[in-house]
């Protein structure tokens, strides 16, 4: 299940996850774009990101 968490002056939500039996917790970020949306997964504490798409890429 996913909760809100905030949403910034842009738009942009940050949703997240129960914490995981490993002590984790799956962060989800959200950025409204012309056409759809800009998105990416991040496991914290590791901050380890994933399913990036739209501006967030390196």
């Not at 910034?8 to 940050?14: F, K, M, S």
């Not at 995981?20 to 949306?37: A, H, K, M, N, S």
Request: hydrophobic letters at 30%; one cysteine or more; glycine letters at 10%.
């Amino acid at each position: 299940m996913k909760y809100p968490y905030m949403t910034l002056p842009d738009e942009t939500e940050i949703t997240h996850g129960d914490m995981r039996d490993d002590g984790t917790v799956l962060v989800y970020i959200e950025t409204p774009v012309d056409g759809g949306f800009s998105s990416a997964y991040c496991v914290l504490p590791s901050y380890e990101c994933s399913r990036i798409q739209g501006i967030y890429k390196g």
